[in-house]
């Protein structure tokens, strides 16, 4: 399968597959607790048969053309994961999302690899609009969606009940000719 080279640090984009079940649940282990604060990610994946349940239905959603999962390594290992959690190719409307464990954290891990995703679901699949939707107390995804250029539609109020707690939810969004005019603007820029 492919790997994607996101620098100079050894960090690559790859499909997350079925096989990988015990390096994410590895993964979801070393950051279950600091991934757990605003998605409920390790609540879904605690144990084996759980990764691999996770894994599936992914692979399920990939062969349906309805979402896809990547894998984020950085010197060999699985440190998060980037997503297409909804891909409605007729609409070209897709939702992307993430996860990162505390080691990976702050190395720009999530943008860069987001800029691949989005680079393809706008050049090669045609997508129209990504949406982000993300806690709005998760400061960290929230910059994501501003580096990635999308912008802010509005906040969906104590929408979401995370582990007991009713949580609010902003939606972001960038639409193709959005990204195609900032990824125009960053080339012209470099010369």
């Not at 979402?67 to 897709?94: E, M, N």
Request: with cysteine; hydrophobic share 40%; proline share 4%.
């Amino acid at each position: 399968m492919y790997a994607i080279s996101l620098g100079d640090d050894g960090a690559e984009l790859r499909p997350l597959e079925v096989w990988h079940a015990e390096e994410l649940l590895a993964d979801i282990d070393r950051g279950r607790e600091f991934i757990g604060r605003h998605i409920g990610l390790p609540d879904v994946v605690t144990d084996l048969e759980s990764a691999r349940a996770f894994l599936a239905s992914y692979a399920e959603k990939r062969g349906a053309d309805g979402g896809s999962l990547h894998g984020i390594w950085l010197d060999g290992k699985l440190v998060g994961g980037l997503l297409f959690r909804v891909w409605d190719t007729p609409s070209g409307v897709c939702e992307a999302g993430c996860w990162l464990e505390p080691s990976a954290a702050g190395r720009g891990l999530v943008t860069r690899g987001m800029r691949v995703l989005f680079d393809w679901a706008f050049e090669e699949r045609g997508m129209h609009r990504v949406e982000w939707h993300v806690s709005s107390v998760n400061e960290p995804s929230i910059r994501v969606a501003r580096r990635l250029g999308m912008t802010r539609e509005g906040l969906l109020r104590e929408n979401y009940p995370h582990r007991g707690v009713r949580t609010s939810t902003e939606i972001w969004s960038v639409l193709a000719p959005e990204w195609r005019e900032a990824r125009a603007r960053g080339a012209r820029g470099d010369h």
